[in-house]
């Protein structure tokens, strides 16, 4: 005898994009937390607490304004910004001690205001949490603004591995508010443009042609050619997600890391020296070089790309491509193994088939791998520098 079960869950979220959030007369958090007086704690990246030291206060009048929106339960908690909360245990628990002290339950919210790697982290843990806390991620970068915020997955590294731990938990609500990114640091500032250019590559070619044709643009920090990046950015990716069939990746292919599986290699490999868009941008062009020696983009077809990332202002060179281990094989090698093992099976990665197009392969035998590493760094030291 069997019971056949046949669960359907449904996520239903909604993704705004704004200015100036925390506004009393901006009512997008009233439409979300509605007046149910639910509990509400938030998490706050320290890069956005030191460079906008108004912001626990603007937060606190807005939720005076709106006194019958939720209840704030303590001050906000303030979690280092960057790579290092993904990696530091400290952080999962002061995390987790701050949801258990405020006594967060079910139908409480978490909002989490910060770059990809804090709410990566604490949307773990709330995901965790009493089995599942809901979250509303208010994203503060341009990589967590137009990917990592408006996705449906969290991690933390363990074990020397990327997202070793991590949920599929789709959040409650996102909030992008353009202004946050006024403040970003140049390189955090490019990071998120390698993803844009990820997605154009190998879904919309004309997308990948506004990016190389407003590369100085964004060099320069345009915000409104970010905005336009952000929002067509974030359809690409959220189309995916829902058109794809596979939201929470229980097949093996991973169409939207394109560009990922050297890229996760080079971060580990500098030790989080290299910004995770940054990495992914080298990774990108190591990739291309790979697709441009199969044939599957032309030599016209790279140079755009290659053009288009480095007037960006990236650099699409890491001695860390060129490391070898004892047996003097290239280590990135092994960050292929590693990429297997984190899809689960077998080894199934997206290359473009032309640009706005992609198709899947099966394997890149260590040859190509070397060939296309000695080229990237030729490309680099021959046109690639500024
Ligand atoms: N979950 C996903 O689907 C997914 C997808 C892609 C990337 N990611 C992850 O995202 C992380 C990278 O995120 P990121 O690029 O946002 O960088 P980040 O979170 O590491 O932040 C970079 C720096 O910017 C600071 N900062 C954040 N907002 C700021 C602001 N408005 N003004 C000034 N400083 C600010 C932070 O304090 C930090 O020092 C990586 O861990 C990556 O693995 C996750």
Redesign the pocket.
């Known amino acids: 005898m069997k019971i056949q079960q046949r669960i359907r869950v449904e996520f239903d979220y909604k993704i705004y994009f704004t200015h100036d959030l925390f506004n009393p007369e901006n009512i997008i958090l009233k439409e979300i937390l509605k007046n149910k007086q639910s509990k509400v704690l938030i998490f706050l990246?320290?890069?956005?607490a030191s460079?906008w030291p108004d912001i626990e206060y603007r937060i606190n009048a807005w939720f005076d304004a709106h006194p019958l929106c939720a209840r704030i339960t303590s001050s906000a908690i303030l979690l280092d910004?960057?790579?290092q909360c993904?990696n530091d245990f400290q952080s999962y628990k002061e995390i987790a001690y701050a949801l258990r002290m405020c006594k967060l339950d079910r139908h409480s919210y978490v909002i989490i205001i910060?770059?990809?790697?804090?709410l990566?982290t604490v949307g773990f843990i709330a995901s965790i949490s009493q089995r599942g806390i809901r979250h509303i991620r208010i994203p503060?970068?341009v990589?967590?603004q137009n990917?990592?915020g408006v996705?449906v997955?969290?991690?933390i590294n363990f074990f020397g591995v990327?997202?070793y731990f991590g949920t599929y938990t789709p959040p409650y609500a996102v909030i992008n508010d353009f202004d946050?990114?006024k403040?970003?640091d140049i390189r955090?500032w490019l990071?998120?443009i390698s993803e844009a250019f990820k997605v154009a590559i190998i879904k919309d070619r004309s997308f990948l042609e506004y990016l190389v044709s407003s590369a100085k643009d964004l060099a320069g920090q345009n915000i409104e050619v970010m905005e336009t990046l952000i929002m067509r950015c974030v359809r690409l990716h959220t189309d995916h997600i829902i058109t794809g069939n596979d939201p929470f990746e229980n097949g093996s292919s991973r169409p939207l890391d394109f560009g990922h599986w050297s890229g996760h290699y080079l971060e580990i490999v500098t030790d989080f020296e290299l910004?995770?868009?940054e990495a992914v941008a080298i990774g990108i062009v190591l990739d291309m070089t790979i697709a441009r020696n199969r044939g599957l983009v032309t030599e016209d077809e790279y140079d755009l790309v290659y053009r288009g990332l480095r007037d960006c202002g990236f650099t699409l060179w890491h001695s860390a491509l060129e490391k070898r281990n004892s047996g003097e094989y290239l280590c990135v090698y092994y960050g292929l193994e590693e990429f297997r093992q984190h899809l689960g099976g077998k080894l199934t990665l997206i290359m473009p088939d032309h640009l706005g197009h992609s198709c899947q392969i099966n394997s890149i035998s260590y040859k190509e791998i070397e060939q296309a590493v000695y080229e990237v760094k030729n490309h680099f030291y021959e046109i690639g520098k500024w």
């Not at 990246?45 to 956005?48: I, K, Q, T």
């Open positions: 990246d320290s890069g956005v460079s910004g960057g790579e993904k910060g770059g990809g790697a804090v990566d503060t970068t990589l967590s990917d990592s996705g997955k969290n991690g990327k997202n946050f990114l403040t970003l955090d990071s998120g910004r995770h868009g």
